[in-house]
T-cell receptor, first 111, second 116 residues
């Protein structure tokens, strides 16, 4: 059974700091990994999708890496801003196109 | 990116009534949609996979008679919470995949159900 773990559970940083969120998964036989952002009381916004053949994906100040063999992914946020405050979730597909989610990292960027 | 719309965003109902939540893919066709439930400060729990034109596939422990799913078209799936009880109060989120089975998954804004 695929299990996804995210560390840390919560993170508070001052504005402008670069930060890394971690995601690990137990079954490395995945074909992609997706990072999402969730604001309080809202749905999920897709940030980055990394296919298994890729090692990283970039979108603006976000960079996600994937190391299938070690079962790890990181989300790097450069020059963090208060608007980046949200919960960040990583997810990997399991059987039947379902996604297994981590518990999320709650990020607070202080002005 | 693709857009998935959910309606209503918030609903309050009395115990014993039924509530329908709609999930629409606005700019793409989705043969498969997924319904999730999220408890406060918890991650998403998959409830069921909604397949266009066929019966939904429910996850273990999810009552199919309580959570009725209909996927009548390529752009619309509905979740009906029947005979709702306070313990059904939760945040329900749908998602749909754009195109390929290994494509990106897009989520609706979620629906907050409160059962009094």
């Amino acid at each position: 059974k695929q299990e996804v773990t995210q560390i840390p559970a919560a993170l508070s940083v001052p504005e402008g700091e670069n930060l890394v969120l971690n995601c690990s998964f137990t079954d490395s036989a995945i074909y992609n990994l997706q990072w999402f952002r969730q604001d309080p009381g809202k749905g999920l916004t897709s940030l980055l999708l990394i296919q298994s053949s890729q090692r990283e994906q970039t979108s603006g100040r976000l960079n996600a890496s994937l190391d299938k063999s070690s079962g790890r992914s990181t989300l790097y946020i450069a020059a963090s801003q208060p608007g980046d405050s949200a919960t960040y979730l990583c997810a990997v597909p399991t059987s039947g196109s379902r996604l297994t989610f981590g518990e999320g990292t709650q990020l607070t960027v202080n002005p | 990116g693709a857009v998935v719309s959910q309606h209503p965003s918030r609903v309050i109902c009395k115990s014993g009534t039924s509530v329908k939540i709609e999930c629409r893919s606005l700019d793409f066709q989705a043969t498969t949609m997924f319904w999730y439930r999220q408890f406060p400060k918890k991650s998403l729990m998959l409830m069921a996979t909604s397949n266009e034109g066929s019966k939904a596939t429910y996850e273990q422990g999810v009552e199919k008679d309580k959570f009725l799913i209909n996927h009548a078209s390529l752009t619309l799936s509905t979740l009906t919470v029947t005979s709702a009880h306070p313990e059904d109060s939760s945040f329900y989120i749908c998602s749909a995949r754009d195109g390929r089975a290994d494509g990106e998954l897009f989520f609706g804004e979620g629906s907050r159900l409160t059962v009094l």
